[in-house]
């Protein structure tokens, strides 16, 4: 299963891009669980329709700083990059920091620099949209107005499409895997790290289930929502069960915090809730599509 993120628009473009990202998915499944997640999140952070890679938020600087992690359940390996700049997969470094180094979390220069060592070159991940809607803001600041757009897709709130960090989660033959790729939160201090790179707290897999999150990261950090999902689960509860009952705790808990999280266990069981306005996901199951999914909204 993949998410396009809170707050992201359903609208048929976006749907299209995460069914091709799913099945990607589910076709790099024959080389492992990892390369199944990584597939996935690769085909979101090269559209510019996604906060991830090309097409990320901008920070206050009016740079993209990125924020990615994979993780597998079994193992409990897990790999990730915060405030990374200039890489076209920040996903796929993650992957990297978990196979090839002693490290689990590579953050900013160095994680850059670590990414040219493994050949990523330079690259500008600003789209025209979210560099004139930095513009936007940046003016309207000046002015001593506040943004006018969403925290997490950097566009109007009623604008006709936004969006959002990416997740997926994977299952095969009782063992799960997950990843998750972000440009974070629209003009954010530079510097910023969400919780996409955090485990337990955006992102979790262990031998119950995988978990990844989106929505405000540091409501998710301080209450470690992906490690709730993953205890829930093993005490029996139904991974849809656990997602609604970790939305429901994180708003409780943080004043209303807005996210979205999707879940499958060792059994092959998912769920999916948020309580944001959107909340796109694309499920394969068995190999197929499976369009009758929908997340369940919490009001
Ligand atoms: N959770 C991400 C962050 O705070 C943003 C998002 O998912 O909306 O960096």
Request: aromatic share 6%; charged share 20%.
């Amino acid at each position: 299963m993949v998410h396009g993120g809170a707050d992201t628009s359903s609208a048929p473009q976006f749907c299209e891009v995460l069914r091709e990202a799913s099945l990607a998915g589910h076709r790099a499944l024959v080389a492992g669980l990892l390369d199944a997640a990584e597939e996935a999140v690769k085909i979101l952070e090269g559209s510019p329709l996604f906060n991830a890679g090309y097409g990320s938020v901008l920070n206050r600087d009016g740079e993209v700083e990125m924020d990615a992690s994979i993780m597998e359940g079994t193992t409990g390996k897990f790999g990730a990059v915060a405030a990374i700049r200039s890489v076209s997969h920040p996903v796929s470094v993650a992957r990297l920091v978990l196979e090839e180094t002693p490290h689990v979390l590579l953050a900013g220069r160095g994680a850059t620099e670590f990414a040219r060592t493994r050949g990523f070159p330079p690259v500008d991940s600003r789209s025209s949209r979210m560099v004139e809607a930095w513009q936007r803001a940046r003016d309207r600041a000046k002015q001593g107005l506040s943004p006018e757009t969403s925290l997490f897709t950097g566009l109007p709130p009623d604008s006709s499409s936004p969006c959002d960090t990416v997740g997926c989660v994977v299952f095969h033959a009782g063992r799960v895997a997950a990843a998750s790729s972000t440009g974070g939160s629209f003009m954010k201090a530079p510097g910023r790290v969400g919780d996409t790179p955090i485990p337990g707290a955006g992102i979790y897999a262990s031998s119950s289930c995988a978990a990844a999150c989106t929505g405000l990261g540091e409501a998710f950090i301080e209450t470690l929502t992906a490690k709730y999902v993953d205890s829930l689960v093993e005490l029996g509860i139904h991974p849809q069960e656990a997602a609604e009952k970790a939305i429901i705790r994180l708003a409780e808990k943080r004043g209303g915090a807005v996210g979205g999280i999707i879940v499958v266990d060792s059994r092959g069981r998912f769920g999916a809730a948020h309580n944001s306005r959107s909340f796109p996901v694309a499920l394969v199951a068995d190999g197929k599509l499976d369009e009758s999914f929908i997340p369940r909204k919490i009001n």
